[in-house]
């Protein structure tokens, strides 16, 4: 360090740091991060003190991680740069489905279940039929291909956040498509519900006025052989917090009905009573 430094030999300095970094993809990343680093420190005339809460708080964030629970995601996620990540990665191919967030929940392996069983091993909500199909862009049935599943219970929890009242695996599923690429499954109709607010992330959305709510939906993870793998959602159509999703998440293209029905036919088809409600919608795969 030069003693007549200023803050922009410091940068530069900081950025000559780095010369000797054998990997240039991590030598240009390091090289962004320090010069908008230092430009907004410059840009906000950020203070010691400030830094050293920022500090704190990012000490705190890590501290909130375990193995069931990932702060920092949560941060990235009410920040919008998961969703940013996302747009900027997720595949725009005409007619593949959509890629959302993957969120903080996704901690746990889900157990293997067989086509038509049920995910909802509590019982309490609102019962509902989950089907469709997982296709190539052409068109084309995927069979064997695999869907992953997770979702908040009737009460806007998920499993490993109330361990004493929900079994291990309860609103997840790993599912196979059959020889024509369908799937099905039983759950319940999932809840909005509101993203932890029990460590620094929700004091950061308390401290500018936000809510936490998210809008309610059902988590996938579709992979075939050959093809690109999606992280999407499905979004409850007509719920609450559609247009404000504390994570910035939601996509039209991903909003569908969970409509009721009594059809008996339907109920048998796929072993339960009526009413209940279904869900139907296909999950589109780019080729890679």
């Avoid at 291909?145 to 929900?166: E, K, N, S, T």
Wanted: with cysteine; glycine share 8%; proline share 8%.
């Amino acid at each position: 360090m030069t003693t007549d430094a200023t803050d922009t030999t410091v940068t530069d300095e900081a950025v000559h740091s780095l010369n000797g970094t054998a990997d240039p993809r991590l030598r240009d990343l390091l090289t962004a991060l320090i010069r908008h680093l230092h430009a907004f420190a410059r840009e906000t005339r950020l203070t010691r003190e400030e830094w050293e809460r920022a500090i704190g708080f990012l000490t705190a964030t890590g501290q909130a991680c375990t193995d069931t629970r990932q702060e920092f995601v949560l941060l990235s996620d009410v920040l919008g740069l998961s969703m940013l990540l996302e747009t900027i990665n997720g595949d725009h191919a005409s007619g593949a489905t959509e890629s959302t967030v993957l969120g903080p929940f996704h901690m746990t392996e889900s157990p293997v279940r067989e086509l038509g069983a049920s995910i909802d091993l509590v019982g309490d909500g609102e019962p509902c039929v989950v089907s469709g199909r997982v296709l190539s862009r052409d068109g084309t049935p995927l069979p064997g291909a695999r869907l992953d599943v997770w979702q908040a219970d009737a009460h806007g929890f998920y499993d490993v956040q109330r361990p004493d009242v929900q079994p291990p695996g309860n609103g997840r599923g790993l599912f196979t498509t059959d020889a024509e690429g369908r799937f099905w499954f039983r759950t319940c109709v999932p809840s909005p519900y509101p993203i932890p607010t029990d460590g620094p992330v929700g004091d950061l959305l308390r401290a500018t006025g936000r809510h936490p709510y998210r809008p309610a939906h059902i988590h996938f993870i579709a992979s075939a052989p050959e093809h690109t793998p999606v992280t999407t959602h499905i979004f409850v159509a007509g719920g609450a917090h559609l247009d404000s999703d504390a994570v910035f998440a939601v996509k039209q293209s991903l909003v569908h009905d969970f409509a009721p029905t009594d059809d008996p036919s339907l109920a048998r088809e796929f072993g339960v009573a009526t009413p209940f409600r279904h869900a139907r919608f296909d999950l589109v795969l780019e080729p890679s």
